[in-house]
């Protein structure tokens, strides 16, 4: 563990303060595929080609190689993949981190498969009615039997809340809900990305002034000494100016980057499909990391990737609070 993290920060530093790039940390959408048709995502409309498992396997080889510590493997839904618990061993074989977001409805009939995965990241919106209004009918007690058995085979889990008008008044159910279960909670803002529907995420938008009084509710709560709350002090005071965020030093192509289930590499997903992809089956992981744009975006709104820029600024508070949502 000691040796992991002198490792992290020994290439943190290399890259802040000399340029060298190292893909430390890897979001990888290993299927578009989803059995769930979320209001503020349309993922599953993409259809994408997968790579099969020698093709996932050679690239976990490269990341291996370059110094990879954690890759998050989502989608679509990253259980739907016959080959996932091949997929969590072999990345797991390697020394690598390996965590699985998940909507949470079939971990039931693939908890052998991911025990043992480092993290399991459930999407989870409020009360059961808006919880299933938001993503699919019955997906609230999926949830409900995901964070069981995870509980029950010693498995790392914590929660993921999208913020929209339809939950917004949910947050105390949700901390209550965290508080409950021993969970870590994490929220996010609903916002257009390169899987959404303009038009559909504008409905979903909560009201600015309602939005702010709850991120300034939950900055209290850090204060307070909540410990179920999963973002950092500075990354919800960087969230309180949304949607005026200002530009932060973006750590998209310089520590992380995001792989498409084709292949494709990105410096992040807010980029999918807005930049020119490298691909790393056609040009090897090493070559596609290195060719990224680093002419990133001007702000950010996802709460992971808000927490990484902070922790590659050197912000002591998202460094602090990194042991409690990077496992």
């Known amino acids: ?7 992290i920060f020994y290439c943190l530093s290399l890259a802040r303060i000399f340029g060298i790039r190292f893909p430390l940390l890897v979001g990888w959408s290993i299927t578009n595929r989803c059995n769930s048709e979320c209001l503020y995502c349309t993922s599953w409309r993409d259809k994408k080609d ?14 291996a ?18 080959d996932i618990g091949r997929i969590v061993r072999y990345t797991k074989s390697k020394g690598i981190k390996t965590g699985i977001s998940s909507n949470g409805l079939l971990v039931g009939g693939k908890i052998d498969d991911i025990k043992g995965i480092d993290s399991l990241v459930l999407s989870f919106d409020g009360e059961e009615e808006i919880h299933d209004m938001q993503r699919c009918s019955g997906s609230y007690r999926k949830v409900l039997e995901a964070i069981r058995l995870a509980k029950k085979n010693d498995i790392f889990t914590r929660l993921h809340t999208v913020l929209t008008k339809n939950n917004i008044d949910s947050v105390d159910y949700i901390l209550d809900f965290a508080k409950r279960e021993k969970l870590i909670v994490s929220f996010t803002v609903v916002e257009f990305d390169p899987f959404s529907e303009k038009e559909e995420i504008l409905k979903l938008l909560p009201q600015k002034e309602k939005f702010r009084a709850v991120i300034s509710r939950l900055i209290s709560e850090r204060k307070d000494g909540n410990k179920y709350l999963g973002n950092s002090p500075v990354g919800l005071e960087y969230l309180l100016s949304w949607p005026y965020c200002k530009r932060m030093l973006c750590s998209a192509g310089r520590i992380y980057c995001r792989i498409e289930s084709n292949g494709d590499v990105f410096p992040c997903a807010n980029l999918v499909n807005e930049t020119v992809p490298q ?9 596609a990391f290195k060719k990224l744009s680093l002419n990133n975006c001007d702000a950010c709104w996802c709460d992971t990737r808000i927490e990484i820029n902070y922790i590659y600024s050197f912000n002591l508070e998202a460094i602090y609070n990194a042991k409690s949502i990077f496992r």
């Not at 563990?1 to 490792?7: A, E, G, L, Q, Y």
């Open 1 to 7: 563990m000691v040796r992991r993290v002198f490792n």
């Open 50 to 63: 997968e790579l099969n498992t020698q093709q996932l396997f050679s690239i976990i080889d490269e990341l």
């Open 65 to 82: 190689e370059m110094g990879t510590q954690s890759i998050s493997y989502t989608g679509g839904e990253p259980l739907i993949r016959e």
């Open 279 to 287: 691909n790393c089956v056609k040009d090897g992981f090493r070559n």
